[in-house]
């Protein structure tokens, strides 16, 4: 087998029918082999059930597997051990795939014989997107777009998304799985579930590994929005718990500090209070809100020092 494509779903069968239509649609040449293999983050609605019914009458090869730890890392890996491609591409259940996507992605690989792929993700949302979600926040609701032309990433600045990333098989060998420590634990309602990380943390692993990263643009998947993504708690949130690992994942030991917090953190807290402030005051919320996550990122930064020093 040379591709497998792997999703991790919890709780959404009513995404799959989109998500796997859109896959039915591929315009591929015969010149390499693929499945998809559906992995079932134990659901409880009935995922199973649609994905067999929908296995029996598609123009795909289509696998359910069920891994019963809770977590998007967990489902990742196992989905990897599960899969039998020598290409492994993952995408989400709320992704819609275009037609190009899956041939673009292969010649990709083929072409620069480099270990990761990654494509564009543009967002779409159900409702009109709020003033206070500016552009440069579209990152956070896993919008990607390096431009129009096909280039070397450099594994730091630029890596693949979540959404629409790939990789050799082999490169599990040399850097292993997903952190099990960093992922979107559940449907990522509450703060608990709302961590990220764990792709940031692999390819970055990959790259000092010596991996090579492309990027390919005509690989454009759609991401649906979904409507609690579009609160502000889920950025701050976001935010937050971003600050915590960050924390939770630094190895120094600071000579200046309170109740094992550094002394500069609480500097920067302050000032991004500051900004904040002032922001607020002068341009209002909308434009304030952006600000505001950063100061929610230190207070994560703060709480997770402290919680190490406990």
Avoid at 16 to 24: H, I, K, R, S, Y
Avoid at 182 to 187: D, V
Avoid at 230 to 237: A, G, H
Avoid at 265 to 279: L, T, V
Wanted: one cysteine or more; aromatic letters at 16%; a neutral charge.
């Amino acid at each position: 087998m040379d591709i497998s494509i792997i999703i991790c779903t919890y709780n959404r069968a009513g995404n799959l029918q989109e998500c796997f239509d859109c896959l039915a649609t591929q315009e591929t040449n015969s010149g390499f082999s693929w499945e998809v293999l559906l992995v079932d983050n134990n659901s409880s609605d009935h995922t199973k059930h649609f994905t067999e019914e929908y296995s029996t009458d598609c123009n795909f090869q289509l696998r359910y597997t069920f891994a019963s730890q809770q977590g998007l890392s967990f489902a990742r890996n196992h989905g990897i051990k599960e899969s039998k491609g020598s290409f492994l591409i993952f995408i989400d259940d709320d992704i819609r795939v275009s037609k190009k996507w899956l041939q673009s992605i292969y010649n990709t690989f083929i072409t620069y014989q480099c270990d990761a792929v990654g494509g564009r993700i543009h967002i779409e949302s159900p409702a009109k997107l709020p003033k206070w979600i500016t552009p440069d926040m579209y990152g956070f609701l896993g919008h990607q777009d390096f431009g129009d032309q096909a280039h070397p990433m450099d594994g730091y600045k630029e890596y693949p998304f979540g959404g629409n990333m790939a990789i050799r098989h082999s490169v599990i060998d040399k850097i292993g799985l997903f952190n099990i420590e960093m992922g979107r634990k559940g449907e990522g309602l509450k703060k608990d579930e709302l961590f990220k990380g764990e792709e940031t943390d692999f390819f970055h692993r990959l790259k000092d590994a010596g991996g090579s990263f492309y990027y390919q643009p005509e690989a454009l998947v759609l991401h649906k929005i979904l409507p609690h993504q579009l609160k502000p708690s889920f950025f701050l949130t976001l935010h937050c718990n971003a600050g915590q690992v960050q924390a939770f994942r630094d190895p120094e030991k600071y000579r200046r500090t309170l109740v094992g917090i550094p002394l500069f953190i609480f500097m920067q807290f302050i000032r991004s209070i500051g900004k904040y402030m002032y922001q607020l005051v002068f341009n209002g919320a909308d434009m304030s809100f952006r600000q505001l996550m950063n100061v929610y990122y230190f207070f994560g930064m703060i709480c997770s020092y402290h919680k190490k020093f406990l």
